[in-house]
């Protein structure tokens, strides 16, 4: 019976907390599996998928970077994504289009902040994974420790398959507990010399392996039956049952080792290739076109369907990085794009190697690949077959939090600085740049502090343009306090001919169901007796989303609502579609007006890591910050405070933290919402 080549096939991404080890591991994939011959260091500057000089030279994942190895007659397309906030979408729109994951966590640290949000994000996509706890061989180690905030954080049902031979510096390999066997790594050897559980570990990997095998038989059936039969399960019923627990979410296997030692990284491969699916194993595809909802199976032959999930605008060509789900893409085939509803040309396919591509023939399902020749599609494009149109779900877009004014120092560099800037947005769509109607400076806002400096950073490198940027800024939103009910806003306008005529009632009130960070906002319609017929009550609607955008105390864009329309008039001749949106506009404008409203600032989590005698003085900072701390922890000799602090008030915070704690002092910040400004502080 032949095999379908689909199953040696794993998309993966690797996902953590910045500086778990995510490069490492990668950099260690690439090495084991004979892709690279050298291993790539981080604080060299020499990995493979860190290849962009920012990265090198601030140490940390920026961009997410796409590679292909093989293992074990499988096929591995990897996507090293970044461990930093402010650059969470190039994470989601890696998750869009991974059928697996493996989340890598530090051995002492456990869980952190980061770690939480990556682990949501593949929640979201419902992507399987597989956990793999690094640096073992770090001092404060403790796999028990790591799993247990795992499970107290995470809340997923872990499944450890593997105990660690040996503590911190001493760590020198695992014992395998489906099958019962060591594997030990030797100082300076490549790989793993496998032999019999040692006499001291007995009893410990027996209890270890009894604890696996009842975890797993409580959640699976067919190893439920077994172990009742026979009160064990055989290797290959605790490995079959694991893939399938891994695959449908319920359980998550546990490994450990330390990847910058290379210790552990084969039998992480081994589990891959196991546990997690292939494209097959994932459901198919799902798409609409003309309003229908369609599936496209991970088939060669069946019509082409692939989502663009990143693009690099370089000055030399675009290269658009496509998952194919279905069909076969060709070199010279001309793809539908489905949102743009135009031809494009492939002009090249390449197989990527993070900045080193392989050219190929051709890309079919399941693949994960580069295409050179597109001229208009963009991070969430559908390209399908021209005879077949599907149109993807596009992964969604974070709304910037933080903004900069940058202009270039020589006016005749304005016209490139702004080519320079559309094609940034281009290739990161959690950049927007707009123009301020007041200052008339160009705005560039983005997702953190650092992303923004990124940002600038390239413009100047790569395009050899010296930019003003000013103090950054935050985005604040407004929302209704306390509203109005019975608002009466009458639009009426004669200049001869046919005129406007709209009459509304409107009620305005918080919307209690919303935290202020997204579109809070609800419209609906009280009025009985077709007094406002349906079309004009879509216009009023229209309109008052139209008002949203700017705000009475600021001009700030409005969230948390909920708006009635309870009465209106509508005339024989004059009244509109047009006029009825234009009632909703200025009617919600001045009800907004009539009512008490709060100012609300973005706030983020901060988790802060401080030596012990450091840990006064951070108070009182993020105390003089308006922070509000809400845990204390001590891990590893190290003091771990998690406060919640106004964005705004961060500005800086790096360089004050460092300076307070001799530099020894880290700490990162997730976003959490929006809350209200305090009276004082927005009268400044």
Request: aromatic content about 4%; some cysteine; proline content about 6%.
């Amino acid at each position: 019976m032949r095999t379908d080549p689909l199953t040696t096939v794993r998309n993966l991404g690797i996902l953590a907390h910045v500086d778990a080890g995510k490069t490492t591991v990668t950099e260690r994939i690439l090495y084991t599996t004979g892709t690279t011959h050298k291993r790539g260091e981080v604080h060299d500057g020499t990995t493979v998928t860190d290849f962009d000089p920012q990265e090198r030279d601030r140490g940390i994942t920026i961009f997410a970077a796409a590679v292909s190895c093989a293992w074990a007659g499988h096929r591995i397309n990897l996507i090293d994504t970044p461990g930093h906030v402010d650059f969470a979408d190039e994470v989601e729109r890696s998750l869009r289009v991974l059928d697996g994951a493996v989340a890598v966590f530090d051995a002492v640290a456990g869980v952190e902040p980061q770690s939480e949000s990556v682990w949501r994000q593949a929640d979201r996509h419902g992507v399987p994974r597989i956990a793999f706890v690094n640096k073992m061989d770090r001092a404060g180690a403790d796999l028990d420790t790591a799993v247990a905030s795992i499970r107290e954080r995470l809340h997923p049902v872990p499944l450890v398959v593997q105990l660690p031979i040996g503590t911190e510096d001493g760590f020198t390999g695992v014992v395998d507990l489906p099958r019962m066997r060591a594997l030990v790594w030797a100082d300076g050897a490549d790989g793993a010399e496998e032999g019999p559980v040692p006499e001291a570990l007995r009893e410990e990997a027996a209890r270890r392996r009894r604890l696996l095998e009842e975890a797993v038989a409580e959640r699976h059936p067919a190893a439920l039956e077994e172990f009742c039969d026979r009160e064990t399960l055989t290797a290959a019923t605790l490995t079959d049952a694991l893939r399938d627990l891994t695959r449908t979410g319920d359980g998550v296997v546990v490994l450990c080792g330390s990847a910058y030692r290379n210790r552990g990284v084969e039998p992480l491969l081994d589990a891959v290739v196991a546990y997690l699916p292939s494209p097959l194993d994932v459901p198919a595809v799902r798409g609409t076109h003309d309003g229908t909802e369609q599936e496209r199976p991970a088939d060669p032959a069946a019509p082409m369907a692939a989502l663009a999930f990143k693009v690099n605008a370089t000055p030399t060509g675009r290269l658009t990085y496509l998952r194919v789900y279905s069909g076969t893409i060709e070199k010279g085939d001309t793809v539908w794009d489905a949102g743009t509803r135009r031809g494009e040309r492939v002009g090249r396919i390449l197989r990527v190697r993070a900045d080193r591509h392989d050219p190929l023939e051709r890309a079919v399902a399941g693949d994960i690949v580069a295409v050179v020749g597109l001229k208009s599609a963009r991070a969430g494009s559908t390209l399908c077959a021209p005879g077949a149109p599907l149109l993807l779900e596009p992964p969604g877009v974070p709304e910037p939090v933080v903004h900069v004014a940058v202009e270039a120092r020589r006016a005749t560099d304005t016209d490139r600085l702004a080519s320079a800037l559309a094609r940034l947005t281009e290739e990161d769509p959690s950049l927007a740049v707009r123009t301020d109607p007041e200052t008339g400076q160009t705005v560039l806002s983005g997702m953190g502090e650092l992303h923004l400096e990124v940002a600038v950073e390239r413009v100047r490198r790569e395009h050899g343009l010296e930019v003003a940027v000013g103090r950054p800024g935050v985005a604040y939103r407004e929302t209704v306090g306390e509203g109005v009910t019975g608002f009466v806003h009458r639009h009426v306008k004669q200049d001869g001919g046919a005129g406007q005529f709209a009459h509304v009632v409107l009620d305005v009130e918080p919307w209690e169901r919303d935290t202020g960070g997204g579109d809070g906002f609800v419209f609906r319609s009280t009025v009985v007796g077709g007094r406002v017929p349906q079309e004009y009550v879509r216009a009023v609607e229209a309109g008052c989303r139209d008002a949203l955008a700017e705000g009475p105390l600021g001009g700030h864009p409005v969230t948390g609502l909920r708006v009635t329309l309870t009465d209106g008039q509508t005339h024989v001749k004059d009244s509109s579609d047009t006029a009825f949106r234009t009632a909703g506009r200025f009617g919600l404008r001045d009800a907004l007006r009539a009512s008490e409203m709060v100012l609300l600032e973005p706030v983020v989590e901060v988790t802060v890591t401080v030596p012990e005698d450091g840990l006064g003085g951070v108070l009182g900072d993020l105390a003089a910050r308006r922070g509000r701390v809400t845990g204390s922890d001590t891990r590893g000799g190290a003091a771990v405070v998690t406060a919640t602090v106004p964005l705004a008030e961060l500005f800086g915070y790096a360089t004050r933290l460092r300076s307070r704690t001799q530099g020894r002092g880290t700490f990162t910040a997730r976003p959490t919402g929006y809350a209200p400004v305090p009276a004082a502080t927005a009268a400044r």
